[in-house]
């Protein structure tokens, strides 16, 4: 990372803020795919679960990279919705977000700045990036993605649709926040509420169900108390991490429907492909037409693919 001069006047409110804990790390580097050799964070903040994930990772001797991916700018509930005095540790001077100068700072304090790689960006726009370049076989795909990034209801549920299309068979996709921290009663006693994250992994989970591994919890048991709260969804009663696992190779080939067949890259997109002239039964069908139906039905805009599947 570079050596440019931090902001001395922000300080991080804790440098070790995170909810995951090593066994959780201990947990997922057992059931991933081996050698892991790529770990991909999305929602870094000042680092702390960044550096925990390192640190168990090289006590394991796994040769791996660790990219935290983050804005770096905050969102609503870390930043702005904070005390003005703990908001005003995470602004610079001018105004800015010293988020980022925080995770630095972090990181080269635990010696781990060699390890990981922090990116810039959306987590979206990250596991978009991530697909191209294993496509373009430039990179891997990640053995392992942690998601603690949007929090927001709809926006988790496109997070987990992309970071599903970026796991290779048998990897380990899991993340923060089953519960959220809503504030506190008036007995100082923490409110844990339901929040968006929750109810987005159980919808995604069950779209999912056919591509989810649900044995690999109980095999892993006895390093971690997992419940199961669906098929192939586990969450850890100590940490509230919450855990998928993508089925082998060898099992997701038995899948008739999976999830990337479902969705495909060219989808209809709400374009109206029929008018008149122009009908689904004469243009779809390959009985009488053939691989691909009837070809005069079709131009660079409207397909077989996009219409007909």
């Known amino acids: 990372m570079s050596d440019l001069k931090l902001d001395e006047a922000s300080e991080p409110i804790n440098p070790w803020i995170t909810h995951i804990a090593p066994a959780d790390v201990d947990l997922v580097l057992a059931a991933a795919p081996k050698p892991v050799t790529f770990w991909l964070e999305l929602g870094a903040f000042e680092g702390g679960s960044a550096t925990v994930a390192t640190e168990r990772i090289l006590a394991h001797e796994f040769n791996a990279s660790v990219v935290a991916v983050d804005t770096f700018l905050g969102d609503l509930f870390m930043l702005w919705t904070r005390q003005p005095e703990d908001r005003r540790k995470m602004l610079r001077k001018d105004g800015g977000s010293a988020i980022f100068d ?14 990981i790689l922090p990116l810039q960006t959306t987590s979206i726009v990250a596991l978009r990036l991530v697909a191209l370049l294993a496509e373009r076989q430039i990179t891997p795909l990640p053995q ?48 844990l509420l339901e929040g968006g994250t929750q109810r987005d992994v159980l919808r995604f989970a069950a779209l999912i169900e056919e591509e989810l591994d649900d044995e690999w919890g109980l095999k892993f048991q006895p390093l971690r108390t997992l419940g199961r709260m669906r098929p192939g969804l586990f969450v850890s009663y100590q940490s509230l991490q919450w855990f998928m696992k993508k089925l082998s190779m060898k099992k997701l080939s038995k899948v008739k429907n999976t999830w990337q067949q479902r969705h495909p890259s060219m989808s209809n997109a709400g374009y109206v492909c029929w008018s008149i002239g122009f009908q689904k039964d004469g243009c779809c069908n390959e009985t009488r037409f053939g691989p691909g139906g009837n070809s005069k039905c079709w131009d660079l805009l409207f397909t077989h693919e996009r219409c007909c599947t």
Not at 171 to 190: A, I, P, Q, R, S
């Open 102 to 115: 925080h995770f630095r700072r972090n990181v080269r304090a635990a010696g781990l700045q060699s390890c």
């Open 144 to 191: 392992v993605i942690y998601l603690d990034s949007a929090h927001e209801e709809g926006e988790v549920l496109l997070e987990l649709s992309l970071a599903w299309k970026a796991l290779p068979p048998g990897g380990v996709l899991f993340g923060d926040d089953w519960v959220l921290h809503e504030g506190f009663k008036d007995d100082n006693v923490t409110v």
